[in-house]
């Protein structure tokens, strides 16, 4: 056995002197000497050192405890093969699908189980039996896995990565191959990695160990004995940054540290960058300068957001995770889309990369919805076939817009082949086949398709990552290609496959271009140990630092004590280890920083801010503005711009350039008063669609009365949000399904010689509304289990209670003592006729409505009719919705339809209306209730639930009162004024403009009163 000698160091310390003495020992031992330090940044960097210094080295001299252990491995047997992790997640799926694992077998477990049997093995826990009374029928099935894994690897004579430590121990056992030996800052090795450390000392000549060490056992727990050392070098030095923690007095120290709380993330980063051009400003160059964060992955999507801003020339450590690559991702879509059984949006995603050969993907999108496709093979075909027949019978009915539908029916039918080539394809990627089957039929696919298409030119850097990227799943598929052949018989299906092969992806990370020159940006426990000049920490956060996740998978609290695995407090050591390393790191000065906000969420600061705080009082670092931000240098440079203070950029006019501006920063603030707010002002156009020849729809002029720029959108510019992806009813199917419902049921009863219903009457209405409820809902072929539910809950069923037609019918029965006589249903004008379907009183044309000096032609379908004697009439409307007009609406003109109707009925009939209602017909709510109505006829009126508010003077003078604003309206339509909604509360849900419009309620809020009730000033 070798001499060893254990070094008690600061982190940090001494490291100089140990590399000056490894690159002695290896210029006379260069192939037995050998320099283990914890991480792969750190030998890295030594080996960057070396090299600077002109010292050449054999490959892997400077390594970590698991490079060593893949050298030994590798250069000493061949008889054996080590797999990755994916290797050891595909066995134990493999193992749990083909045994009989019924307390373990679940979504997600393999992952878990994995973890598990990597923290048994290196910690050498003997499970289950080092659980002695805790164990379970659980343990004990996790047991006989763990036992089979193991099994599995000797019998095929596999070494996984923890194996891979006792392996390499097993082989250096004995070896005189590593002759000098330096071990450097490792902390806390746990057993299986104290045994090959053991090996080494007892094979080595030369066996030097520094272990990171400081008077504060609050952080440093390891004092080294378990090595048995010869000779104990104690460090002299102290620090104080070293004593954090550890409740004593600082007195001193910290002196470079600095503090800042910044706004968010976002805004965290932004102030890293600005202090990084201010440090090179004053003479620091990049490759001097490291940031640091606690989860490097999540923290690099701001990197790289906003250091090319600042122009700050940066490194990352990590590599980006494969499975973020949209390449990749595009050539996963290949096979989810069979796996995961053809689902809408994944094909509608395959269709539209740019990376695979297909073209029309935005025109599937649109068709899929009209087809109300979901997902499955089958479903795409039939229902794209019946989107086909149902624009056909379209065709063929009175007054077909011909050119469009013609159109449409070839673009249907265009998908419809071009989905039946793509799933033929896709076909033979399905069934139950080998790995290795799978792959081969995968990669014919691709090289049918020619896929991935990767473009010749662009952007260089997008180009050569996407050439990483494309390079690292290659590489992902022959791993599990190699993998495979310990499974040669096993047959997989295709979703099996599709989520080993994701899993594998997701845990590959590609490569990443080093640049010793620029900043370097790492995760804060691949500090520990380097010497850097200007260190910032951010993201500090409870959660992020310190990140105490201590649950075992498959294993309670109790057995995870039991076992002796990392407890919460071994692991809250560790984590102030690693940030007290990364502190005592910065040579010159460290930058601390949290994020108070995520979003609109409070974060909380990290307990070790608090404890820096405390101990050293550090000054605050960063300000509120980023001059070296190109952004906020764009945004000066326009403001300079619009006060005439600097010149115009050469591709653009001053004027130009002004005129830009004053849109965002003069028209687009306080009441709505330009074109850039929709005041387009009178055009000929608007005239010619709008003027008084134009036939209106209560709909649009509602919809103008509400949100005059949405009318713009609709009505104008003829835009129409996507048709929602619905697998079962719409709202307006839903509603019209009642429609028809109520108005075949009335227009057949009345027909029959009854009138309104009674309590005597109705059992047979109930049988006859039962009976077309029926037929009209079987016209649906829906299959979902929404629909199911609500065609329950139309017709009703032993288990949902009465349904909604039989609580309607009971409505009906409670409210006969007002005296109305249901009269007439879905009574149309100015809409085609189509005998059988409308009401006999419709009429094709618009009714002419007089407006003062001007005429409204109207279109519309009036739900229901119901009369009194002496020619006096009630207009009702259903809704099957929630919402629902309220007095308040009607006079305020926002709410049309129900006065507008009473007038086209006053006009065609020279009938007197009494009433506007509202019948709500919803799963919730059956209710007719009065809008308004005449409160001279209470005896009538007051039977209805919800009437006593409602009752009106004069219903004529309100009838006027909403002509009045339809009036206003009209001229704000052929006065080109379309502004956003005029109320500074939040849009209505059932806007689909929401994703495109600039609505902006602080600007509204902002102009105060000065808006009037259209939005402008
Ligand atoms: S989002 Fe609001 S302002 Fe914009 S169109 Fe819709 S309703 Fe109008």
């Avoid at 009642?738 to 309590?759: K, S």
């Amino acid at each position: 056995m070798s001499p060893a000698v254990l070094y008690r160091r600061l982190p940090g310390e001494g490291l100089p002197r140990f590399i000056a003495e490894f690159r002695k020992a290896a210029a006379r031992d260069p192939f037995g000497t050998v320099f283990v330090v914890p991480t792969s940044h750190l030998a890295r960097e030594i080996v960057r050192r070396l090299g600077k210094e002109g010292s050449p080295l054999i490959a892997d001299a400077v390594t970590t405890l698991p490079g060593l252990a893949r050298k030994v491995f590798l250069d000493h047997t061949a008889a054996e093969t080590l797999i990755p992790k994916i290797g050891s997640r595909l066995i134990i799926d493999r193992l749990l699908a083909a045994g009989d694992y019924p307390l373990i077998a679940r979504a997600g477990a393999v992952d878990e189980l994995a973890t598990l049997f990597a923290v048994l093995i290196t910690r050498k826990v003997d499970y289950p039996a080092a659980l002695g009374d805790l164990a379970s029928a659980k343990s004990a099935e996790i047991g006989r896995l763990f036992a089979a894994y193991l099994r599995f690897l000797d019998e095929h004579r596999l070494v996984d990565e923890s194996t891979l430590l006792a392996r390499a121990t097993r082989l250096l056992t004995g070896s005189d191959e590593f002759r000098t030996v330096y071990v450097y800052g490792l902390f806390e090795p746990v057993p299986l990695e104290r045994d090959l450390l053991l090996a080494l000392r007892e094979s080595a000549e030369e066996f030097h160990y520094a272990i990171p060490y400081a008077a504060n056992p609050a952080v440093f727990a390891d004092e080294g004995l378990w090595l048995h050392p010869d000779a104990v070098v104690e460090d002299e030095r102290t620090s104080a940054v070293a004593g954090l923690f550890s409740r004593r007095e600082m007195g001193g120290g910290g002196e470079g540290i600095r503090l800042a709380e910044r706004r968010d993330r976002l805004d965290e980063v932004r102030a890293i960058a600005q202090e990084i051009r201010d440090l090179a400003a004053a003479g620091v160059r990049p490759g001097e300068i490291v940031v640091a964060f606690p989860d490097l992955a999540s923290a690099v999507p701001y990197v790289e957001e906003v250091f090319p801003d600042f122009a700050v020339p940066y490194a990352a450590s990590g590599g980006r995770p494969l499975a973020a690559s949209p390449l990749v991702q595009a050539l996963l879509l290949v096979l989810a889309v069979p796996a995961c059984g053809y689902r809408r949006s994944d094909v509608v995603a395959l269709a539209t990369s740019p990376y695979l050969p297909f073209t029309r993907g935005s025109e599937l999108d649109f068709l899929s919805r009209e087809a109300r496709i979901t997902a499955g093979a089958d479903a795409w075909d039939e229902r794209l076939a019946a989107l086909a027949r149902a624009l056909e019978d379209e065709l063929a009915g009175p007054d077909p817009a011909k050119d469009r539908l013609t159109a449409e029916i070839a673009s249907v039918m265009a998908a419809r082949e071009q989905i039946r080539r793509l799933f033929a394809d896709l076909a033979t990627l399905e069934g139950t086949k080998t790995i290795q089957e799978h792959l081969a039929a995968y990669r014919s696919l691709l090289d049918t398709w020619r896929a991935p298409a990767m473009p010749a030119e662009g952007d260089p850097r997008v180009l050569e990552e996407e050439a990483r990227d494309l390079a690292g799943f290659m590489r992902a598929l022959a791993m599990l290609e190699e993998l495979a052949q310990f499974f040669p018989n096993e047959e997989v299906a295709l979703p099996e496959f599709f989520s080993l092969l994701s899993a594998h992806v997701a845990g590959a990370r590609t490569g990443r271009r080093r640049n010793a020159d620029a900043v370097q940006v790492i995760g804060v426990r691949e500090a520990a140990h380097l010497a850097v000049p200007y260190l910032f920490i951010g993201d500090l956060v409870e959660g992020t630092m310190p990140r105490l996740t201590t649950r075992l998978p498959f294993a309670t609290d109790l057995e995870t004590r039991r076992l002796q695995t990392r407890s919460k407090s071994d692991i809250l050591r560790e984590e102030r280890y690693h940030f007290i390393a990364a502190l005592l790191a910065a040579r010159s000065r460290v930058y601390l920083s949290y994020p108070a906000a995520d979003g609109g969420t409070p974060l909380v600061r990290s307990g070790f801010v608090d404890a820096v705080r405390e101990a050293f009082s550090p000054e605050t670092w960063g300000g509120d503005g980023f001059p070296a931000s190109r952004l906020s240098a764009a945004r000066r440079a326009g403001a300079l711009l619009a006060r005439g203070e600097a010149a115009s950029p050469p591709v653009l006019t001053a004027a130009e350039a002004v005129r830009r501006l004053n849109i965002e920063n003069y028209h687009r603030k306080g009441g709505y008063d330009s074109p850039y707010d929709g005041l387009i002002g009178s055009d000929p156009a608007l005239a010619e669609r709008f003027g008084e020849e134009a036939v209106f729809s209560v709909t649009a002029l509602e919809t103008y009365a509400d949100c005059p720029f949405r009318f713009y959108l609709e009505r104008v510019l003829g835009l129409a949000p996507l048709p929602p992806a619905d697998p079962g009813l719409t709202g307006e199917e839903r509603g019209s399904l009642v429609h028809r419902i109520a108005c075949r049921f009335y227009a057949g009863w009345r027909r029959d010689g009854n009138g309104a219903v009674t309590e005597a009457s109705y059992p047979d209405a109930l049988r006859r509304i039962l009976t077309t409820g029926r037929e009209e809902a079987d016209r649906f072929t829906f299959t979902s289990p929404s629909w199911v539910a609500g065609k329950e809950h139309l017709l009703g069923s032993p288990a949902a209670g009465p349904g909604l037609l039989e609580r309607f019918l009971r409505h009906e029965a409670a409210v006969v003592g007002s005296g109305l006589i249901p009269q007439a249903f879905e009574v149309s004008f100015g809409l085609p006729v189509t005998a059988g379907e409308a009401d006999p009183a419709s009429v094709p044309d618009a009714v002419a409505i007089a407006l003062g000096c001007g005429t409204l032609r109207l279109r519309g379908r009036i739900d229901r009719i119901d009369l009194l004697p002496g020619g006096r009439f009630v207009v009702t409307d259903y809704k099957t919705g929630s919402q629902r007009p309220t007095l308040g609406e009607v006079v305020a003109g926002r709410a049309l339809q129900l006065p507008l109707y009473i007038r086209a009925v006053e006009t065609l009939t020279g009938m007197q209306g009494i009433a506007g209602t509202c019948y709500t017909l919803r799963r919730g709510k059956v209710q007719n209730r009065p809008v308004f109505w005449d409160a001279g006829l209470q005896d009538c009126f007051t039977c209805f639930p919800g009437s006593r508010q409602s009752g009106v003077g004069d219903v004529r003078e309100l009838v006027e009162a909403s002509l009045a604003r339809v009036k206003e309206h009209l001229a704000g339509i052929r006065g080109g004024r379309f502004p956003p909604r005029s109320d500074a509360g939040p849009c209505p849900g059932y806007c689909g403009f929401k994703t495109v419009c600039r609505f902006d309620s602080l600007r509204l809020l902002a102009a105060g009163g000065e808006v009037n009730a259209d939005g402008t000033d």
